[in-house]
């Protein structure tokens, strides 16, 4: 499903044309790919809403599939190992970010489906090194969403500074937070859930949340952390007044829109606001044996690669229950 000119989801910009088998350069790896989970990042590549530095492109960066083909100095991986391949494709290995372990901000990182071809498609290539192998805890279709939905919930939860036994409140209740809800619970925190949507609320106190309601309810106690997924800049203020002091409000998604002007003593006493910026290959070795210990139960709506377009249109109005997930091959 290849993007030739952004445009409203609600016209279908993506469309469907066949394509050369990508070759593989010689530390690549080439991959069948099985599933794609389907992200609010595709959401404003699609639409837009990102710079586009590729086009025509291939958006999808949470892919489940078996690696088909190895470039000549390729051998990390075997043919046949069922692999995962998240956001971030590619790094220079050189700069400042990357020699200091924050790769995730590299001067000239690539990220898959927005700098290379990604998911929604049979084949996709990429660096040997930037693929992971999938726990097999996971079939396909549960996998999918942890590389991406997990990942940057995890390093999410990580930055919120979110210690076992705090009060962490999850703001939008979509593909990302209800991984981060079992993981928080399996490591002690109580976990409070901010949505619009009542099938969401029963969603989140099904599994485990102490509390679900609107953003805009008062709460008993101050949460010691919380992490805004919604791109709704107009959550800043409320999360932050909802925050204890010296606590920290994490922005989790790529794009938001403007952060209304608010009074500094919601900020003040040391209260934290920072964004989170894509994910490093540890952050995703790590989350893996974390999602697999716990282990994470994604819950996951099913759509045919073709039918991708309908699928953003779901997630774009909230229609999705968890996550939604490509079929891309049996």
Known sequence: MVLEKPAPVEQSPLQLREMPKPEPAPRQIRIAVRRCGICHTDLHTVEGDLRLPKLPVVPGHQIVGTVEARGAAANRFREGDRVGVPWLYRTDRNCMFCLTGEENLCERG???????????????????????PMPQAFDDDHAAPLLCAGVIGYRSFRLSGARSGDRVGLYGFGASAHIVLQFARHLGCEVYVFTRSEAHRQMALRLGAVWAGDANDSLTAKLDSAIIFAPAGSLVPLALRATRKAGTVALAGITMSPIPQFDYALLYEERGLRSVANSTRRDVEEFLELAAEVPVQTEVTQFALEDANLALRKLKQSEINGAGVLSVAP
């Open 110 to 132: 690539e990220f898959t489906g927005l700098n290379a071809d990604g998911g929604y498609a049979e084949y996709m290539v990429v660096d040997e090194d930037f693929a992971y």
